[in-house]
């Protein structure tokens, strides 16, 4: 019943002139007792798509709205008083005698609101009109097509144009003319509008025409498909999305682990002091640096990994040193590193997570397939990866360090004969690892907040990616971390998040059990 009333009252208003006085006769009802008629009369309103009625919504929308008891509406501000019917182009007077301010309930606020939006199809500022047109072509209702063919009429830009035709189209869904809502499903046939499928599947089902029905199901058919490609599509990129983080987390651990056998379980606290150097950043910037807060990241990088390097040596030389060889007593005396690291951080920054902000550069995504948002921020930490990742390459190919550290790994006990110091290389090595595992703790901080418990989530995921690829290979641990990601992603929303982790490890241990080495085998006469 609302809605065909909220319909009248557009067409009654669709042909008003954009210049024209809110007429006293619609906005009567706002004072009266009646919520379906104030709630009608705010939808009369709207529909005229005048800069009157915005103001007139706007002011009602903050509470600037008062009546007389003679039922007469002024938008009040600094103390000056303007009547409404007199168009807002009046001056500001003396305020009457008996004003009220005039009450706004949930309900009336959700129709001011809506009308609000709806009216910013007519904002002379292209951003307004799109982000307008968007959401219109999400939730137009019936009653709102009037306006929208208005705003139509006056669009000069193409891509607004086409958003306004999918939202006309969406409106006119259930027109009473079967031409009309045959002519609407087919302009939906593009549209990538999941919100949709239940209307046109009842179309499907029940609609009095039948070219309607079997339009309805053309297009029911083709959204389906474009949904599916959109969900595959948005699964692959947020699996490589994933595949970074695991990808960022698991490199350092994949150094380490492959050189010197140890099981360092407090890889994760590396990650987690990252994250924490880089608030600490942040913080520094907003006080001494906040015109430029938008570039800690330029000073968090080289930050977390030389804070992450030097607590990772520290380690290495006071404990790790004298455990190698001894794989269950280097896996006991690293977990109680991890929660002595946790302990301190909880002392020093509290057990509540603190908020990293992404730069306003990271803020935001971009839009594919008309519904997929693919965000800033993820893309950065995809090309970071990568940048790490080609780092870590030349490191280990193309540099001195590298060279003796290919060399420990394929064989200690030659390297050392030939005067390579293989404490130095482990120290050396046991410090890149943890300067990696640092700027993994960056990028986590661009993800979620940051807390004590943060590397706790990653240690397993790390350790599988390491096996998975093979120990101490690049390659193997770029490609598991790839198809580690990919799988969470494809399995989570068809048998949820824990079975999909269940699942993944129970494949891992299959593997291992017909491939111990992993994908990638490490080459070597002698590999300890």
Known sequence: MLKKILLLACLLCAGADTSAAIAPEVLAPLTGDDPDARVEAVAKIGALGTDEATRFLSALQSGDVYATPDGKLYIVADDKATDVASGLTGAPGTMPDGLDGLMVNNRLRGAIDDALAA???????RAQRMAAATD????????????????????????IR????????????????????KAAVEALADSSNASLRPQLQSMVAGDADESVRVAAAHTLQALDSRLARTEFIGNVFYGISLASVLLLAALGLAITFGLMGIINMAHGELLMIGAYTTYLCQLAFRRWAPDALDWYLAAALPAAFIVTAAVGVALERTVIRWLYGR?????LATWGI?????QAVRSIFGAQNVEVANPAWMSGGVTVL??????????????FALL??????????????????????????????????????????FG????????????????GNVGPDLGQGYIVDSFMVVVLGGVGQLAGTVIAALGLGEANKFLEPVAGAVLAKIAILIFIIIFIQKRPQGLFAMKGRSVE
């Open 388 to 429: 790490v990742v080609a780092g870590v390459w030349l490191i280990l190919n193309k540099t001195r360090l590298g060279l003796f550290v290919r060399a420990v790994m394929q064989n200690r006990r030659m390297a050392g004969c030939v005067g390579v110091s293989t404490a130095k290389i482990d120290m050396m090595t």
């Open 162 to 181: 086409e958003l306004l035709q999918l939202a006309l189209a969406t409106a006119n869904l259930h027109a009473p003319e079967a031409a009309k809502r």
């Open 136 to 159: 219109m072509q999400k939730s137009a209702a019936p009653a709102q097509a009037p306006l929208i063919e208005k705003a139509l009429a006056r669009e000069t830009d193409s891509r």
């Open 327 to 331: 794989p269950l007593e280097t896996l």
């Open 432 to 447: 890149l690892g943890s300067g990696i595992a640092g700027l993994g703790g960056v990028a986590l901080s661009q993800l």
């Open 338 to 342: 991890s929660l002595i690291l946790m």
């Open 370 to 383: 008309g519904s997929l948002v693919l965000a800033y921020n993820r893309i950065a930490i995809i090309v």
């Open 119 to 125: 009216l910013k199809m007519f904002s002379p500022e």
